[in-house]
């Protein structure tokens, strides 16, 4: 079974495939590919580039993007931008929440992707916060998360879109980002249980995949690990305590977070025998190339179950639906109702694409 390049989801430099490009990808042969706001310019570019990617690999690869609602929309860029969460959540409205679902799974099937990295799982204490998840978060407790993001999952569903939870094992009270340190988050095991992990455990048979946050829980490991590299996260909790068996998957690896505390090779073993499906690589190609030279040098046994549960994932991708430019200025006058139902006609008009500031999490 050893495939260890199926292993691989990553990032591509630009919004086409030049034939330097393709010969690394085809060569790679990644399980997956994740688009950004870089790799798009326009509608049928985009849908010419998810099919390039797809025609690069005999085993129909996973392709993943970021859509889910307000500034991490990456469509935003060629229409209008879908309500985020949290405007969605304070107009406490089910059928426009389960349109947002409905919605962005066509559209994403439209231009060919089979997975979207969201919803957002995490809980927003306080919707002032200034870190990363700032407007994205379904509810401010269990309950109305539990609701309100099953609305949006079950629209995505619906058009056979598969879905990714995030970012647990609970992000919100991290106070460093990311990109550039390793939060520590001091909930205890308690805590987590009675509020964050209950939302996760709620979602265990729901959501098709899982993303792992680059935070340190010391609840779970005393000594500094990201959670993302960590068996009693991943194997213990995830795994053996709430019962989770679909695809597990890293946060971006290619993060201070991660770089600044272990080597890449090390780094990438961790992934792997903590747990991970999926190594996500998203901005360096020679990243990916090293990482898969450290994945082929790992035994049998340590790759096989990751490369069977994403087999069994694999099985589930949805092929994308005929593209066509009127189609797509079809749904984005959805989005635009949307937008229009959700914040009023005025409001719809001040936060559109080309009036909203950029964001680093829109561009990450």
Not at 174 to 181: V, W
Not at 235 to 264: H, P, Q
């Amino acid at each position: 079974m050893s495939q260890p390049n199926q292993l691989l989801l990553i990032g591509v430099p630009g919004t086409e495939l030049d034939s330097a490009t393709a010969a690394r990808l085809r060569k790679l042969q990644p399980g997956g590919f994740i688009l950004f706001g870089r790799n798009i310019e326009s509608a049928s570019q985009l849908r010419k580039l998810v099919d390039d990617l797809r025609d690069l690999s005999p085993v129909e690869p996973v392709i993943t993007i970021d859509q889910e609602g307000g500034r991490v929309s990456r469509l935003r860029l060629i229409g209008h931008e879908p309500p985020s969460a949290q405007q969605l959540r304070e107009k406490d409205d089910a059928d426009l929440i389960r349109r947002h679902g409905d919605l962005t799974g066509r559209l994403l099937r439209l231009f060919g992707f089979n997975l979207d990295l969201c919803p957002v799982l995490d809980i927003s204490f306080d919707d002032e916060a200034d870190n990363s998840l700032k407007g994205r978060c379904w509810g401010k407790s269990v309950g109305e998360t539990l609701d309100k993001a099953e609305l949006f999952r079950a629209g995505m569903a619906d058009h056979g879109i598969l879905s990714c939870g995030k970012h647990f094992p609970g992000y919100t009270f991290a106070g460093l980002d990311p990109h550039h340190d390793l939060p520590r988050i001091d909930r205890t095991r308690a805590e987590l249980d009675a509020t964050e992990l209950a939302v996760f455990r709620h979602f265990a048979d729901k959501v098709d995949s899982m993303m792992i946050g680059h935070a340190h829980y010391p609840c779970f490991d005393a000594e500094k690990n990201p959670a993302s590299l960590s068996t009693a996260v991943i194997r213990d909790c995830l795994r053996g305590d709430l019962g989770f068996e679909g695809l597990v998957m890293t946060d971006d690896l290619d993060m201070g977070a991660i770089l600044n505390t272990f080597s890449w090779d090390e780094t990438i073993r961790r992934s792997v025998n903590a747990g991970n499906d999926f190594v996500m690589i998203c901005h360096r190609l020679e990243a990916a190339e090293d990482a898969l030279r450290t994945l082929e040098s790992m035994k049998a046994p340590e790759l096989d179950p990751a490369l069977e549960n994403l087999d069994r994932f694999k099985q589930r991708l949805a092929p994308p639906q005929t593209f066509s430019i009127a189609a797509h200025q079809a749904l984005d006058l959805e989005v635009r109702q949307l937008r229009i139902d959700t914040l009023g006609e005025q409001a719809a008009d001040e936060q559109s694409p080309e009036n909203a500031a950029r964001s680093p999490v829109e561009d990450y």
